[in-house]
């Protein structure tokens, strides 16, 4: 049981490029979710998928895009990277559908950097 | 909008010693408060967390409260050790659209031998 992972770890990438961050959950939850982590910024939620086929824009969803290809899988893309979106990507998930009230399992996390 | 406000973002401290962080959150309508740890290189783990319908709760040298009257609460951890050392952080469920936890900004937390 891996529980949260994701990939790459590590990711440099030039402005204009573009990425997909890969986040899979064997935990069999229906929720995941999209944050990221910039210092003295705490977690930000950049996009969330409360079942699989939905997904729903968070706090900070600007330049960003997401799939939840299927219950195990949400993925996050950066079509044209930013240095702003230079941060810490984690992904996370919950077993329930009732997202504001259910525990989180975070994964690693991927370190980029848009130079 | 809502926010959460956590105090201190550093504390240092002997091991053995307590260590208290502290909360604040501004929705009313907030249900569900759960703490987590975050190692270096790591993702955060949940360690303890509270609903609204609990004052206390605790977990051996762990402990949280909840005032939801003047909307804070608060981590606790007794006995410190070197392993408690991490960054931590609190967080209050959200209503609405914009997702579920709103983050405080982290407590980095240093237990010295």
């Known amino acids: 049981n891996a529980g949260v992972t994701q990939t790459p770890k590590f990711q440099v990438l030039k402005t204009g490029q573009s990425m997909t961050l890969q986040c899979a959950q064997d935990m069999n939850h229906n929720s995941m979710y999209w944050y990221r982590q910039d210092p003295g910024m705490g977690l930000r939620l950049i996009y969330y998928?409360?079942?699989?086929?939905?997904?729903d824009k968070g706090e900070v969803p600007n330049g960003y895009n997401v799939s939840r290809l299927n219950k195990r899988e949400f993925s996050l893309r950066l079509e044209s990277a930013a240095p702003s979106q230079t941060s810490v990507y984690f992904c996370a998930s919950s077993s329930g559908t009732i997202i504001h009230t259910d525990t989180q399992y975070f994964g690693p996390g991927t370190r980029l950097t848009v130079l | 909008g809502e926010n959460v406000e956590q105090h201190p973002s550093t504390l240092s401290v002997q091991e053995g010693d307590s260590a208290v962080i502290k909360c604040t959150y501004s929705?009313?309508?907030?249900?569900?408060f759960p703490w987590y740890k975050q190692e270096l290189g790591k993702g955060p783990q949940l360690i303890i967390d509270i609903r609204s319908n609990v004052g206390e709760k605790k977990d051996q040298r762990i402990a949280v409260t909840l005032n939801k009257t003047a909307k804070h609460f608060s981590l606790h951890i007794t006995e410190t050790q070197p392993e408690d050392s991490a960054v931590y952080f609190c967080a209050a469920s959200r209503q609405g659209s914009q997702g579920n936890l709103i983050f405080g900004k982290g407590t980095k937390l240093s237990v010295k031998p």
């Open positions: 998928s409360a079942s699989e086929g939905t997904t």
């Open positions: 929705d009313s309508a907030s249900n569900y």
